[in-house]
């Protein structure tokens, strides 16, 4: 038994190793920085140790901006992605004739560059000297008046950004709910006919729980990505993302260490373990609801 073990560490060591280069020491090195005060990237020198970076960090009006724009982008697409794709998922695993096909379109997005998909999305929402773009014109033609939807009001610009952010994962989801839906047992429909089930309670007691760990795992995987997100702000707003008050956590902590207000490694590390927190804390929770509510 003792023999086994061991040849099942052997086995680990790579995947270990691996995770502790790129996973666990830049987390420890990250942290380190994040409490160097005065931090000086030429001379690898500081002249303090405290919390004085995330105070900073905390009490920045552009922080803050990006800490509000991240949570709404989370707070609307998460959910909005995952019912949407979960609807498709339906209707395709309903379909019998050129299911294939169709999985294939709804899957093209995925693998389409995203910086190319946002300037499709900022041509079709932009308003300009010579067109109103596309959107603009179905708003006029239902009686609207135009909206700039990539310089003007904030509303109009989240909008533009949920949407998008939307549009990008809703392949990946759809596929993997499709799939999931595929392995239910069809013995258990058979038994909810037989019982003369509502498609609404079938729905509700036999689909939904057998796919629950999926669904789960989507949520999840949802929110951590849609905490990392932009570069899909910069595709469809460009690089000055605080002119543009469409910043998120992410690009403020880029633009700490590259940006415009560079040179600020102390500050971006703070801003890191800050959105570390915040993703891990979010992930228990919903592991602790996932308890009551996921069945395996």
């Known amino acids: 038994m003792e023999k086994n073990n061991n040849k099942g560490w052997l086995y680990l060591l790579p995947a270990i190793a691996f995770l ?5 020491y830049p987390l420890i090195d990250v942290s380190i920085y994040s409490i160097e005060e005065g931090y000086n990237s030429a001379s690898q020198s500081f002249f303090g140790v405290g919390l004085y970076n995330y105070s900073y960090v905390l009490h920045d009006p552009y922080f803050l901006q990006a800490l509000k724009n991240t949570f709404i982008l989370v707070a ?3 959910p909005v992605s995952t019912s ?9 695993n309903s379909i019998t004739k050129l299911k294939v ?18 300037l499709v999305f900022m041509i079709l929402f932009n308003k300009t000297a010579y067109t109103d773009g596309f959107a603009n014109l179905i708003i006029n033609y239902f009686g609207g008046s135009s909206v700039d939807f990539i310089n003007g009001p904030y ?6 950004l949920c949407f998008y952010t939307v549009w990008v994962v809703m392949p990946f989801k759809v596929l993997t709910l499709t799939s999931a839906l595929a392995s239910v047992n069809q013995q258990y429909y058979d038994a ?3 019982d003369s089930a ?3 309670r079938t729905f509700t007691k036999i689909t939904l ?3 629950s760990p999926i669904v789960f795992y989507l949520v999840i995987t949802g929110f951590i990505g849609a905490f990392k997100a932009y570069g899909d702000a910069v595709a469809l707003f460009g690089t000055d993302l605080n002119a543009a008050e469409m910043n998120t956590i992410v690009g403020y902590i880029c633009d700490m260490l590259y940006g415009n207000s560079g040179g600020y490694p102390s500050y971006a590390s703070a801003g890191a373990i800050i959105l570390f927190v915040i993703v891990l804390t979010i992930t228990c929770l919903n592991l602790l609801i996932s308890k009551k509510h996921v069945y395996y």
């Not at 949407?84 to 395709?92: D, E, F, N, T, W």
């Not at 096909?101 to 946002?118: E, R, S």
Request: hydrophobic share 65%; net charge positive.
């Open 20 to 24: 502790g280069l790129f996973m666990v």
């Open 76 to 78: 609307i697409t998460v």
């Open 84 to 92: 949407i794709a979960l609807l498709i998922s339906l209707g395709l």
């Open 101 to 118: 096909m169709y999985q294939t379109i709804f899957f093209l997005p995925y693998v389409t560059n995203t910086l190319a998909v946002g």
């Open 155 to 160: 509303w109009a610009k989240m909008f533009v």
């Open 192 to 194: 909810a006919k037989i």
């Open 198 to 200: 509502s498609k609404l």
């Open 209 to 211: 729980p057998m796919i």
